[in-house]
């Protein structure tokens, strides 16, 4: 299956094609997937890779934090960029900065469970407003010259699965490709994803689906993939501290092994990241690379207290002799 080539055929507009060469995908994990990121998950192997959530507004007002996150070299297209917002004016009006950017495609986030996102009508509350919903997708597509995709949830709670529905919706208001996490807004991150639901949205609509939830490993996503119908699978938290998992491979065993990757890690970062944030974010990273390690504790808490990057090679170094 790693090598297996899948056409993932987002139908682009201007006839243009997503060519994924697996079906495995980086899910947009806000405060996770930044370029170093992005760039080491593309490198072992994900087909495409997300950003984390944009803010619409944060767009609007060209606020620095948020343009940060745009950063984006041509090494990790195809990579697409996940907005959020309720507001179907200002989605479309930051949808179309997007656009001037090259980047392969834009989300839309339509299943954040958070508090402060659902508060204000955006993210999975989009899931009970169905109008709304249609608006945004309406309004992105029509002033978007990237393809636009949609990620939702199953539902609310259990007793409001309406996925299959909202799926419909946003592939007639002309969404070109939906991920469906298996989860509703009451599971937020626990529980179980139910993948019966993901199937069935799959079975529902006619455009490319990506299913996601619970895949820790390659293998898992191998039969997620060949149960549900979909076209590709999702993987967030497996990915974090084992973007092994997109190589088909197992996560190492013992440092030495793991080091080319942490090493290639500190790299990218030091090479992407605006110097103030270099450290915080390899500290974040390293300390779940480190995960699973006889010692792990241990090396977290020398690597936590190095107080710079070379300080970081050298002790990851130390602690393979
Ligand atoms: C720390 C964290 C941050 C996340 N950020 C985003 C985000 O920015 N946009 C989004 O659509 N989903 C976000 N998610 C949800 C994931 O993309 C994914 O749908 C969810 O974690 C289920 O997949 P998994 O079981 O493979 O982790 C986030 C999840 C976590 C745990």
Redesign the pocket.
């Known amino acids: 299956m790693p090598n297996q080539t899948r056409d993932l055929a987002i139908s682009f507009l201007a006839n243009r094609q997503l060519r994924l060469n697996t079906p495995f995908v980086l899910?947009?994990?806000?405060?996770?997937t930044d370029l170093p990121f992005r760039l080491l998950c593309r490198e072992q192997g994900a087909a495409l890779v997300f950003t984390?959530?944009v803010s619409s507004h944060g767009l609007q007002q060209a606020q620095r934090r948020t343009l940060a996150m745009l950063n984006s070299v041509a090494a990790e297209r195809p990579v697409i960029v996940?907005l959020f917002g309720a507001d179907p004016e200002v989605m479309a009006a930051a949808a179309a900065k997007v656009c001037a950017l090259p980047v392969d495609g834009i989300d839309l986030?339509m299943?954040?469970p958070v508090r402060k996102v659902v508060k204000r009508g955006a993210g999975v509350a989009l899931m009970r407003s169905s109008d709304t919903a249609r608006a945004i997708i309406r309004a992105v597509c029509a002033a978007s010259s990237l393809p636009v995709s949609v990620?939702f949830r199953s539902g609310w709670d259990a007793e409001q699965i309406n996925a299959v529905a909202f799926a419909q919706m946003a592939e007639e208001a002309g969404a070109a490709l939906l991920t469906v996490?298996g989860r509703t807004w009451a599971q937020a991150?626990g529980g179980r994803?139910d993948w019966q639901v993901v199937a069935a949205v799959k079975q529902a609509v006619g455009v490319p689906v990506i299913g996601?939830?619970?895949?820790g490993t390659h293998a898992e996503g191998c039969q997620r993939l060949a149960a549900s119908g979909c076209d590709a699978v999702m993987?967030?938290?497996?990915a974090l501290g084992n973007p092994w998992l997109f190589a088909g491979r197992e996560r190492p065993h013992n440092l030495i092994e793991r080091l080319p990757l942490l090493h290639r890690y500190l790299e990218l970062c030091e090479r992407h990241l605006p110097v103030e944030r270099v450290l915080f974010r390899i500290k974040c990273q390293v300390n779940r690379l480190l995960g699973g390690l006889p010692g792990a504790a241990q090396f977290r808490q020398q690597v936590l207290a190095c107080p710079s990057t070379v300080d970081i090679r050298r002790c990851l170094d130390s602690l393979c002799c």
């Open positions: 899910a947009p994990l806000a405060g996770y984390e959530m996940q986030n299943g954040c990620k996490h991150f994803a996601n939830g619970d895949i993987v967030g938290r497996g």
